[in-house]
């Protein structure tokens, strides 16, 4: 793909400094205000610009090709530190998909589910967000475009455990591979949020155990949509993250920033609101797109 065509490559920011012949002062003022501008934050943006001047310094080179490829290596070695694949090897795979309204959750699981079945895998989706009737409907069009069966509520405001409940059950009655739980995600009550995740849970656990909880976070929001999903992280047993909106976005160090801020892997990226756009991590194909 070309460089162009990623919002988030830092192509334009870095074509100034590596046309030059030689590394110099400027060169370290510019890759820190590239990177800063990508929203890697102030302390990764700070650790890999003091890496990269340790390994300059050790090979003792000026060429900025080098730096360039240093880089490279240097953004896939760190987001490569995590591993990104998704554990759904138990019968059914419980997944849990957490986060804050808007940022793509009901999208996602739809990808998701098409993405599975695109694996060969089976896969039944559970409206626990019981209190949004639309937000059930815009779930169950989803679902039927990733070609995965739905439970919805029976009524309105229903106990969201219970939904999961039937979800999980559901998927041991008829052989299904795959569970994807969609949760609320109203900030407003932040606790009793949290205790309603927990309580889907508890229930899930006495009947399955849970291979996943994805939290799904929108990469425009960069750190401060970071910041709204600190509670998930810290209650919800967060074992992977999806990243949203990334077509959208022109901070792609926001994905170095999440992961080492949060020490949780990304395990899917979503670029764009088809239901084909969702993908696998990939640092190498990320850091390519990134650095060029
Ligand atoms: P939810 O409230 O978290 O369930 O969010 P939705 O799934 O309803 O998505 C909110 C909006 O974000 C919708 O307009 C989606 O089409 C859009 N969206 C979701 N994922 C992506 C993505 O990867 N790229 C883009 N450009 N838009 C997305």
């Known amino acids: 793909m070309a460089e162009s065509s990623h919002p988030w490559s830092l192509g334009g920011a870095l074509r100034g400094m590596f046309a030059k012949k030689t590394i110099d002062d400027e060169t370290w003022d510019d890759l820190e205000d590239a990177l800063i ?20 310094d050790l090979f003792r080179t000026t060429d900025p090709a080098d730096l360039k490829r ?7 070695e760190r987001l490569a530190r995590l591993d990104p694949t998704l554990t759904l090897s138990a019968r059914p795979a419980v997944v849990l998909v957490v986060g ?44 039927e475009r990733g070609g995965a069966q739905i439970v ?58 849970i291979a996943e909880v994805l939290l799904v976070l929108d990469a425009t929001t960069g750190q401060n949509g970071l910041a709204q999903a600190e509670a998930f992280i810290e209650h919800a047993g967060v074992t992977g993250l999806v ?13 170095l920033a999440v992961q080492e801020r949060t020490g949780i892997p990304i395990k ?25």
């Open 100 to 143: 804050v309204n808007g940022v793509g959750k009901t999208t996602t699981i739809g990808k998701f589910a098409k993405f599975l079945a695109n694996h060969g895998r089976s896969v039944v989706v559970g409206a626990a967000d019981t209190f949004r009737a639309a937000a059930v409907e815009q779930l169950a069009t989803w679902a």
């Open 37 to 56: 501008s990508a929203d890697f934050g102030p302390d990764v943006t700070d650790s890999v610009v003091t890496e990269l001047r340790a390994s300059v």
């Open 268 to 292: 899917l990226v979503g670029q764009g609101e088809g239901i084909g756009d969702l993908t696998g991590f990939t640092p190498h194909v990320f850091v390519q797109n990134l650095v060029g």
């Open 70 to 76: 240093m880089l490279r290596e240097t953004l896939e």
């Open 243 to 255: 990243l949203t909106k990334l077509d959208g976005s022109a901070k792609g160090g926001f994905v």
């Open 152 to 209: 919805k509520p029976q009524q309105q405001g229903q106990d969201p455990a219970s939904v999961a409940f039937q979800t999980v059950e559901r998927a041991q009655r008829d052989g299904i591979d795959i569970v994807l739980i969609d949760t609320a995600g109203r900030l407003q009550t932040k606790s009793g949020l949290m205790d309603e995740l927990a309580k889907i849970r508890r229930v899930i656990e006495k009947q399955a155990e």
